[in-house]
């Protein structure tokens, strides 16, 4: 199994390689790629867990190596990653099918702004919704929950034949 560093190692090489990345919209990519491992592959891409904060579903580990940051910069490597071709997603520890789920997220939500991603990981009767506080205060979002409503969502996906809700 990937770590949520990892991942967002890949999806800097894959989204910006050579450019910043906004963190806000890195967390809510870490969100759909988990979503859409548990909906498709039904299993988690990575194991840390996401809380909800008032802009969204966090991986606080994550947050912990960008809290200063508005955007990553360029070159940054999340984790023990020690070589700057994980950021071109030539070396990685992820497997073929960890892979395949952050190509599919990169490329369907990756050119959506942040403000956009936000509002998709707000959605009414979504995970993160259901646990968010009105004070702010972190709430752990369950992974069964995600799976739970990236399952709908994967359902929804082949019936209409559209992504985005």
């Not at 890195?26 to 790629?33: E, N, P, V």
């Not at 580990?61 to 508005?70: C, D, T, V």
């Not at 004070?135 to 752990?140: L, S």
């Amino acid at each position: 199994m990937a770590t949520a560093a990892a991942v967002s190692n890949y999806i800097l090489g894959k989204l910006a390689p050579g450019r910043s990345l906004d963190v806000v919209k890195l967390q809510k990519l870490l969100y759909f790629c988990q979503g859409w491992s548990l909906a498709i592959y039904g299993k988690p891409l990575f194991p840390e867990d996401f809380e909800a904060w008032r802009r969204g579903p966090v991986v606080k580990e994550i947050y912990k190596q960008h809290r200063q940051m508005y955007q990553v910069p360029q070159g940054f490597l999340f984790g023990n990653a020690s070589c700057a071709e994980d950021l071109e997603g030539e070396t990685t520890s992820l497997t073929e099918e960890e892979r395949k789920v952050v190509e599919l997220v990169v490329n369907d939500y990756g050119s959506l702004n942040t403000f956009a991603l936000v509002d998709l990981s707000h959605i009414e009767g979504g995970p993160w919704s259901a646990v968010h506080r009105a004070d702010g205060t972190p709430a752990q979002i369950s992974k069964e929950a995600i799976k739970a409503y990236f399952d709908k969502e994967l359902a929804r996906v082949r019936r209409t034949g559209q992504l985005l809700p």
